[in-house]
T-cell receptor, first 111, second 114 residues
Framework: NAGVTQTPKFRVLKTGQSMTLLCAQD?????MYWYRQDPGMGLRLIHY???????AKGEVPDGYNVSRLKKQNFLLGLESAAPSQTSVYFC??????????FGPGTRLTVT | AQSVTQPDIHITVSEGASLELRCNYS??????LFWYVQSPGQGLQLLLK??????LVQGIKGFEAEFKRSQSSFNLRKPSVHWSDAAEYFC????????????FGTGTSLTVIP
């Protein structure tokens, strides 16, 4: 039982490049979330999903897109990376008990 | 709008001393409240949660929190801190009735002095 996994763990991009972060969970959870964590700002919600095939915007969705084609996977895409997107990205899933289970994070640097 | 305030950015305590981390929230309905802990380079782990009922909730690692509706607070406490408690602590409120979203505070960094 791996819980929530994130791929990759680290990535360096140049401005304008694109990439996709993958989140996978094996707990059969309906709800999945993408957050970014920046110093002094806590976690801010980017996008979330309440089930396969559905997505919704969170607090800071601009510059990001997401997809939930399979229940166990939630992808976060950056189409044209900007230095302001340098951050640590966390994925989480939750079940009916409202507890969120977090992945280990992806550290992204955009130069 | 929902929001969470953690007024203490950084706290330093001696090992064995008591600890209280403050959390204030703003939410129109009955809140779902959470405390998470994050060790360096790790994801977040749930310490405890409050939905309803007894306003004093017990969590893992000897932590407890008290919900005070009149003060819009959900402070985290531990009677005797251990060196392994050094970490970042986040309070969160769940706006689950309106949008399935969670809002996090900016965190409190805890340093434990031997």
């Amino acid at each position: 039982n791996a819980g929530v996994t994130q791929t990759p763990k680290f990535r360096v991009l140049k401005t304008g490049q694109s990439m996709t972060l993958l989140c996978a969970q094996d707990m059969n959870h309906e709800y999945m979330y993408w957050y970014r964590q920046d110093p002094g700002m806590g976690l801010r919600l980017i996008h979330y999903s309440v089930g396969e095939g559905t997505t919704a915007k969170g607090e800071v969705p601009d510059g990001y897109n997401v997809s939930r084609l399979k229940k166990q996977n939630f992808l976060l895409g950056l189409e044209s990376a900007a230095p302001s997107q340098t951050s640590v990205y966390f994925c989480a899933s939750r079940g009916t008990d409202y507890e969120q289970y977090f992945g280990p994070g992806t550290r992204l640097t955009v130069t | 709008a929902q929001s969470v305030t953690q007024p203490d950015i950084h706290i330093t305590v001696s090992e064995g001393a008591s600890l209280e981390l403050r959390c204030n929230y703003s939410y129109g309905a009955t809140p779902y409240l959470f405390w998470y802990v994050q060790s360096p380079g790790q994801g977040l782990q749930l310490l405890l949660k409050y939905f309803s009922g007894d306003t004093l909730v017990q969590g893992i690692k000897g932590f407890e929190a008290e919900f005070k509706r009149s003060q819009s607070s959900f402070n985290l406490r531990k009677p005797s801190v251990h060196w392994s408690d050094a970490a970042e602590y986040f309070c969160a409120v769940g706006a689950l009735l309106t949008g399935n979203q969670f809002y996090f505070g900016t965190g409190t960094s805890l340093t434990v002095i031997p």
